[in-house]
């Protein structure tokens, strides 16, 4: 061998050196080496059969699906409207030409106060016939005054004088309707003018208006109503109850009310009809609630939400609120599988007692054992 082919083989054989020293210093294992998440506690493990294992499980209690007594609960929600009861339409039976509004939508009034003032030519008419008929009824008196002379002294007949008597009542009876038909007609007769004054018949807000100044007013088809008057000291509220809940609305139930404007306002009422026709759109009945309205708190066409509860308590399976989790719009509880192993399932939830416990529907039956508390048992298994 020469000397130029043992220096390449010297080079070759440092360099394999050089690659095995390099090779041994990488596969050393020891604390710290390879996967760092290698030395970190699991927290828990999903298994196949959708079961949570996790480590010290006495850390969660569990409580049982236990029956106790509540009322049944409907959450449903309406629209605040006006008694009918308590609701004038504000009509006017002179036409002519509204010349002053003296009210609008939503001032409260009282009964009696002048709400519009109208340019009617019936009233200038009928005062006009209201003067005729008087002077008709003064010539007739006289006439009657003087056959009842005549007839004293023989000079007329009995006929005559009964001819005398018949005109006077009958112009009597006109002035009688003249005057009459001014008072129909909302005028004054003491005050013979044109103008009427159109007054509230009771007292309230004014929920509705349909006239503004210069507006014709039509005597014999006021369509729409001037003004509608409402006294909202006691409101109803209408609420849409589906058909297959109507058997949980009964008349006389109590309700808790709560507006969409005053979410903190709580208002009891009480059912007082449930219509006997369904709308054949969105199969609903209207529910009608009666309830007090102080200080004028709730306005129409409010919305509202409106909760049932039935007169007597029926026994329903409950477990404790905190032992049901909200995930993706669905509850969930978490049951226990034996040992360190657990289920998430989800159940059917109906309304939350006084008592803070959550009526079941479905998904658990009576004496089944859940975590007490859901969701700490989520944070601890790291579930989302």
């Known amino acids: 061998m020469s000397t130029r082919e043992g220096i390449i083989l010297l080079i070759v054989g440092i360099q394999v050196g050089l690659i095995l020293l390099l090779t041994g210093c990488n596969s050393q294992t020891g604390p710290g080496a390879g996967d760092p998440a290698q030395g970190e506690a699991k927290v828990e493990e999903i298994h196949g059969d959708g079961a949570v294992q996790v480590d010290n499980p006495e850390r969660f209690p569990l409580v049982a699906v236990e029956r106790r007594p509540a009322a049944d609960e409907l959450h449903v929600t309406g629209v605040v409207a006006p008694d009918v009861q308590k609701s004038v339409q504000v009509l006017s039976l002179a036409g002519g030409r509204a010349v002053e509004i003296r009210a609008k939508l939503g001032d409260e009034v009282v009964k009696g106060e002048v709400l519009l003032v109208i340019d009617s030519p019936e009233v200038s008419q009928a005062f006009s016939d209201y003067d005729k008929f008087q002077s008709e ?4 008196t006289q006439q009657l005054i003087r056959a009842q002379d005549l007839y004293a002294k023989g000079a ?3 006929l005559d004088l009964e001819s005398a008597q018949n005109a006077e009542q009958k112009a009597q009876a006109d002035v009688r309707a003249a005057r009459q038909r001014i008072s129909v007609l909302g005028a004054d007769l003491n005050n013979p003018s044109p103008l009427v004054s159109i007054r509230a018949p009771i007292s309230g807000s004014i929920v509705e208006q349909n006239i503004t100044g210069g507006t014709g007013v039509r005597s014999l088809d006021n369509s729409p109503n001037l003004f509608t008057i409402a006294d909202l000291s006691m409101v109803w509220v209408l609420c849409d109850v589906y058909e297959n809940d109507l058997r949980r609305v009964h008349v006389g139930d109590s309700a808790e009310v709560r507006l969409s404007a005053f979410p903190d306002r709580v208002l009891t009422g009480r059912v007082g009809n449930i219509s006997t026709v369904l709308d054949p759109s969105t199969r609903t009945a209207k529910v009608r609630l009666e309830l007090a309205n102080p200080g004028g708190l709730m306005r129409a066409g409010m919305f509202a939400t409106a909760t049932f509860r039935s ?5 329903q ?3 404790p609120t905190t032992a049901i989790i909200r995930l993706h719009d ?9 040992g360190n192993r657990f289920r998430r399932q989800e159940i059917q939830t109906g309304p939350v007692s006084s008592a803070g416990l959550q009526i079941v529907l479905g998904g658990l039956g009576v004496g089944s054992k859940v975590v007490a508390n859901a969701l700490q048992f989520s944070s601890a298994a790291g579930m989302e």
Do not use: C, N, R
């Open 330 to 338: 669905k509850d969930w509880v978490f049951v226990p599988l034996g």
């Open 137 to 140: 009824e003064h010539f007739a």
């Open 156 to 158: 007329i007949s009995h």
């Open 311 to 315: 007169q007597t308590e029926q026994m």
């Open 317 to 319: 399976p409950m477990i």
